[in-house]
């Protein structure tokens, strides 16, 4: 959205046609509000999901570890796996 408002603004300033002008100028600021609203609600989002989704991410590497360190152990028992 950010690089569509920049080239509608580049051919705002290059065209000096009247109505195309005021259209081109609208819509690119339009679009330049509506980018930066879009990046200030995600950035408000943004660090909230992203600690959640790293907690179940540990939570999941722990789970498979043990799943892991099950399934060794039940296979083949011996004093290496059943000491650690």
């Given amino acids: 959205m950010t690089v569509t408002a920049a080239i509608m603004a580049a051919l705002g300033a290059a065209n000096e046609v009247g109505d195309v002008l005021l259209a081109l100028k609208l819509s690119s600021t339009l679009l330049s509000i509506a980018a ?20 179940n991410a540990s939570r999941l590497f722990k789970q498979l570890y043990q799943e892991i360190r099950t399934t060794l152990i039940l296979r083949n028992p011996s004093s290496n796996f059943l000491t650690t």
């Fill in 36 to 55: 930066t609203g879009i990046l200030v609600v995600t950035n408000r989002i943004q660090p909230s999901q992203l600690a959640e989704e790293q907690r």
